[in-house]
């Protein structure tokens, strides 16, 4: 692979990791018409540049990113008279209240942490299916259209324990290629009576640690591998143009889908992944060898 065939990889993968159409169905179609061989470093490269899109994230939210909520956890005055246990599982609750933020990210992020642990060969499996992509495009896609008919009543915006972990749930369901994480955690959020914005921003806020630890354990089991650090540092310069190239354009496209889906809804999304899954499914049926990365 190339710098142009890294940067193209990287453009498609700024632009699709955040929206609701898979990436994983995107890069298919990239590196068959670029010829990239999916060699391992391939393989870790399309991995790896998710840190650049994590930052883009960091960056657009900083402010509501690194946030505490005002409390003093360990305040006299709060316990005064209470003792044992009691005294403790205060402490805990205004803990829990000054990292609301984290820990609520947390109860996210653990069910897919859990359940990519305990069924990471069975994952790796459906993801070397195509077939699997293609069809799951555009069942996705058909659902994306009556998705915001099916969930168009906003209760509150409030993120609670509840919620979280119900979304965390729903992220786990694109642990099957081609359903997209971003349509998973969104209508896992949508389904929990939150408003189109508050669900897509909290599915970028998910990202962050979902593809860190993603990121992380592809980085780590490419080194384990022998002669893996001599394939890092003789492709380093390859890996920090995808990762800036990355951050870039999964900047705009966040800033791009959180105004039109805000204003349009998810139709137009529903119809791209039709499209997208209906041109892999042809080019199966026509013979062409189709590799995932």
């Known amino acids: 692979m190339n710098s142009i ?53 960091v960056c657009l939210y900083w402010n509501r990113f690194f946030r505490l909520n005002p409390c003093k956890i360990f305040d006299a005055q709060v316990v005064k008279g209470i003792t044992g246990v009691a005294k403790w599982k205060t402490y805990g609750k205004r803990f829990l209240y000054k990292f609301d933020f984290y820990w609520k990210l947390l109860v996210a992020f653990l069910p897919a942490a859990v359940i990519g642990f305990l069924f990471s060969d069975a994952i790796d499996s459906m993801l070397e299916n195509v077939w699997v992509v293609a069809v799951m495009l555009v069942i996705g896609g058909v659902f994306m259209l009556f998705v915001d008919k099916l969930f168009n009543r906003v209760s509150s915006d409030e993120l609670t324990e509840k919620k979280a972990l119900y979304i965390g749930f729903f992220q786990c369901i694109a642990m099957i290629p081609g359903v997209s994480r971003s ?49 890092l540092n003789e492709n380093a310069g390859i890996l920090v143009i995808g990762n800036v190239v990355a951050f870039v354009v999964a900047l705009l496209a966040i800033k791009f889908f959180i105004g039109f889906v805000t204003k349009y809804g998810f139709k137009a999304f529903g119809y791209y992944r039709i499209i997208v899954g209906g ?15």
């Open 5 to 57: 065939e890294a940067i193209i990889i990287a453009i498609v993968e700024g632009l699709t990791e955040f929206l609701p159409v898979s990436s994983t169905g995107h890069m298919i179609i990239t590196q068959n018409m670029l010829g990239v061989e999916s060699t391992d470093f391939v393989k870790a490269f399309t991995v790896i540049i998710q840190f650049g899109a994590i930052l883009s994230v």
């Open 183 to 231: 349509m998973a955690t969104i209508v896992g959020g949508m389904s929990q009576k939150l408003s189109r914005k508050t669900a897509a921003e909290f599915s970028f806020f998910l990202a962050v640690p979902t593809m860190f630890a993603a990121t992380a354990y592809k980085l780590l089991k490419l080194i384990l591998e022998p002669g893996g650090l001599a394939i």
């Open 279 to 293: 041109i892999i499914l042809v080019m199966l049926w026509m013979g062409y060898n189709l590799e995932i990365v």
